[in-house]
């Protein structure tokens, strides 16, 4: 973990209530996709815990949706201003343990994170399938900037408004060996009915500190106690408790 | 060249500036972002008997300046902070350390206490009678003068360490409770614990916290923690370690002031990992600015006149 102050290279709508922020500063502390950073904000007490989308060695994407007032208070910010920015922050996935097709599957504003590690998986020669779920048309982003990586994507909507009608579930693949997922409470409570493989979750919750100082977001698994923001953010299927 | 040392119950410590428990774990997590060697000492994470999970979660809830915790004392139990905390603790402070222990009776605050005892990287015990977030215990010791002096007294009992008993400011006079605690031989007093609060999520209509309430933590309740130091500083006559709202050294000159000997940081550790080395870099700085030579010196200076 490193703390450090950051430059907003960009700050922009992706959809009504979505952002893409870019930041420029000290990356070095990222080591993992799927890791968050714990940005503070003026005026709130504490920092709002965000995952990293994508990372070079200069900058770092973060996407995040408008929820509250620090979310909101963040949109309005301006290119060229700064934040206070811990990095490097969670354990992150663990892209050694897929097969050659690992499935990736995200809802809404948990997509985020699985598009540095598609971008690993592609690297390390695997062929990722990625799902991309979302309750209708006007709220889907990044489903092109997958398709650019060269990557099968198929979009859901609850509606039916763009792509498969109905849940990510309703589109899984027959054919994959690994899965890797990032979203809502209900979607992965979902895909522990119909998933085949072993997996990995990247879970939500209420943090205090953000590096495992607090105990605010612990919670119990088949391996003993973890800070979600710590030990996790991502948790084996095999150790979850549901 | 000012001085720091402030002398805590026979130990001196090099500045007063001590992480208070829940905020630090055991202190390793810090380690690695700076040498914890240069704080006064740390309270460790609240310990029991036996091993507790705590509340269910969101403990978490953000406050106008401040936060609400319903962690409810998540801790590994005592035997495993003497056989795993402690020797990793070991590999990275080498000065003593304050023990912070919660319980659910007498036996139980007696029992953790008389295990710690032998540690030798124990310098102090802090009693935390004050906890508002277990139910049937904790607090309940620390809103009734009786039950705070009859734990006082069992733990002073079976300990050699000097004893701090940790004070709850959801009372009608804290200074009840502190003379009760002194009169059972209690070597010192840490106030405020928590304000017990609450928040309401206008969305769901639901309270935020899954526990309902939690302790209110932050700046937002420092004039009443250097109310209530204040008071128990003309109350008693053992030292008094001030909390509540800490952030900067001016915070820390403030507590002190009100009558202090050492000073905690809690809720700012989980803003800013780095809060206790920024006021300790700040320390000598500040007390040049106010014309300060000695730290001991101010302990209780607002009462003077």
Same mark, same amino acid.
């Given at each position: 973990?490193t703390?450090?102050i950051?430059?907003?290279l960009y700050?922009f709508?992706?959809?009504?209530?979505?952002?893409?922020?870019?930041l420029?500063?000290?990356?070095?502390?990222l080591?993992a996709?799927g890791?968050?950073?714990?940005?503070k904000?003026e005026g709130k007490?504490?920092r709002?815990?965000i995952?990293?989308?994508d990372?070079n060695?200069?900058?770092?994407t973060?996407?995040?949706?408008?929820?509250?007032?620090?979310?909101?208070?963040?949109?309005?910010?301006?290119?060229?201003?700064?934040?206070?920015v811990?990095?490097?922050?969670?354990?992150g996935?663990n892209?050694e343990k897929a097969?050659?097709k690992?499935?990736?599957?995200?809802?809404g504003v948990?997509?985020p994170?699985?598009?540095?590690l598609?971008?690993e998986?592609?690297?390390?020669?695997?062929k990722p399938t990625?799902?991309?779920?979302?309750n209708?048309?006007?709220?889907?982003?990044?489903d092109?900037?997958?398709k650019e990586?060269?990557v099968?994507v198929?979009?859901?909507?609850v509606?039916?408004?763009?792509?498969?009608?109905?849940?990510v579930?309703?589109a899984f693949?027959?054919?994959y060996?690994?899965?890797?997922?990032?979203?809502p409470?209900?979607?992965f409570?979902?895909i522990?009915k119909?998933?085949?493989?072993s997996?990995?979750?990247s879970f939500?919750?209420?943090?205090?500190c953000?590096?495992g100082?607090?105990?605010g977001?612990?919670?119990?698994?088949?391996y003993?106690n973890k800070?979600i923001?710590?030990?996790?953010?991502?948790?084996y299927r095999?150790?979850i408790?549901w | 060249?000012?001085?720091?040392?402030?002398?805590?119950c026979?130990?001196e410590l090099?500045?007063?500036i001590?992480?208070?428990?829940?905020?630090f /774990?055991?202190?390793?997590?810090?380690a690695?972002l700076?040498?914890?060697?240069r704080?006064?000492?740390?309270?460790?994470?609240?310990?029991?008997?036996?091993?507790r999970?705590?509340n269910?979660t969101p403990?978490?809830?953000?406050?106008?300046?401040?936060?609400?915790?319903s962690?409810?004392?998540?801790?590994?139990?005592?035997?495993?902070?003497?056989?795993?905390?402690l020797?990793?603790?070991r590999?990275c402070?080498n000065?003593?350390v304050?023990?912070?222990?919660?319980?659910?009776?007498?036996?139980d605050?007696?029992?953790?206490?008389?295990?710690?005892?032998?540690?030798d990287?124990? /310098?102090?015990?802090?009693v935390?009678?004050?906890?508002?977030n277990v139910?049937?215990?904790?607090?309940?010791?620390?809103?009734?003068a009786k039950?705070?002096?009859?734990?006082?007294?069992?733990?002073?009992?079976?300990?050699t360490?000097?004893?701090?008993i940790?004070?709850?400011?959801?009372v009608t006079d804290?200074?009840e409770?502190?003379k009760?605690?002194?009169a059972e031989?209690?070597? /010192?007093?840490?106030?405020?614990?928590?304000?017990?609060?609450?928040?309401?999520d206008l969305?769901t209509k639901?309270?935020?916290?899954?526990?309902k309430?939690?302790g209110?933590?932050?700046?937002a309740?420092k004039?009443?923690a250097?109310?209530m130091?204040?008071?128990?500083?003309d109350?008693v006559?053992i030292p008094?370690i001030?909390?509540?709202?800490?952030?900067?050294a001016e915070d820390?000159i403030?507590?002190m002031?009100a009558?202090a000997?050492?000073?905690q940081?809690?809720?700012a550790n989980?803003?800013?990992?780095?809060a206790?080395r920024?006021?300790i870099n700040?320390l000598p700085k500040?007390?040049e600015?106010y014309?300060?030579?000695?730290l001991?010196?101010?302990?209780?200076?607002?009462h003077n /006149?």
């Amino acid at each position: 973990m490193t703390q450090g102050i950051y430059k907003i290279l960009y700050n922009f709508a992706l959809t009504d209530t979505v952002y893409s922020m870019v930041l420029e500063g000290n990356t070095s502390a990222l080591i993992a996709p799927g890791q968050f950073v714990n940005i503070k904000l003026e005026g709130k007490f504490l920092r709002r815990p965000i995952s990293v989308c994508d990372f070079n060695d200069k900058t770092i994407t973060i996407i995040y949706k408008v929820v509250g007032e620090g979310t909101a208070q963040m949109s309005k910010m301006k290119a060229g201003e700064t934040l206070d920015v811990l990095v490097g922050l969670g354990n992150g996935f663990n892209p050694e343990k897929a097969g050659e097709k690992p499935l990736l599957i995200g809802g809404g504003v948990g997509i985020p994170p699985l598009y540095n590690l598609c971008k690993e998986l592609l690297k390390m020669g695997k062929k990722p399938t990625v799902i991309l779920g979302f309750n209708t048309k006007s709220e889907i982003f990044y489903d092109k900037a997958f398709k650019e990586l060269g990557v099968d994507v198929i979009v859901t909507t609850v509606d039916g408004s763009q792509g498969v009608k109905g849940f990510v579930t309703d589109a899984f693949p027959e054919d994959y060996d690994y899965f890797f997922t990032c979203g809502p409470m209900p979607m992965f409570k979902a895909i522990e009915k119909v998933a085949k493989t072993s997996g990995q979750y990247s879970f939500e919750e209420r943090m205090g500190c953000g590096f495992g100082a607090c105990m605010g977001c612990s919670c119990k698994t088949k391996y003993g106690n973890k800070r979600i923001c710590k030990d996790g953010p991502v948790l084996y299927r095999e150790e979850i408790i549901w | 060249m000012v001085s720091t040392k402030v002398n805590l119950c026979g130990i001196e410590l090099d500045n007063p500036i001590i992480p208070a428990s829940g905020t630090f /774990g055991f202190g390793y997590e810090f380690a690695d972002l700076y040498d914890i060697n240069r704080l006064g000492t740390f309270s460790f994470k609240g310990t029991t008997r036996d091993e507790r999970f705590g509340n269910p979660t969101p403990r978490i809830a953000e406050c106008e300046s401040g936060m609400l915790n319903s962690v409810g004392l998540q801790n590994p139990g005592v035997e495993k902070v003497i056989s795993h905390e402690l020797p990793k603790l070991r590999e990275c402070f080498n000065k003593k350390v304050m023990a912070n222990v919660s319980g659910f009776s007498i036996e139980d605050y007696a029992y953790t206490c008389e295990k710690l005892n032998d540690q030798d990287q124990i /310098g102090w015990f802090e009693v935390n009678i004050s906890c508002p977030n277990v139910h049937g215990g904790g607090l309940a010791f620390g809103t009734n003068a009786k039950n705070a002096a009859e734990v006082t007294k069992a733990v002073k009992k079976v300990t050699t360490k000097p004893v701090f008993i940790k004070l709850s400011p959801n009372v009608t006079d804290i200074t009840e409770i502190a003379k009760a605690c002194e009169a059972e031989g209690a070597d /010192g007093v840490s106030l405020i614990n928590t304000l017990l609060g609450m928040r309401i999520d206008l969305k769901t209509k639901k309270p935020i916290l899954a526990n309902k309430m939690g302790g209110f933590s932050g700046p937002a309740i420092k004039p009443v923690a250097l109310r209530m130091v204040y008071q128990v500083y003309d109350a008693v006559k053992i030292p008094i370690i001030g909390m509540g709202g800490v952030e900067t050294a001016e915070d820390v000159i403030e507590m002190m002031l009100a009558g202090a000997t050492a000073v905690q940081v809690g809720a700012a550790n989980l803003v800013n990992p780095y809060a206790c080395r920024d006021i300790i870099n700040m320390l000598p700085k500040t007390m040049e600015k106010y014309k300060i030579n000695d730290l001991k010196d101010i302990i209780g200076g607002a009462h003077n /006149g």
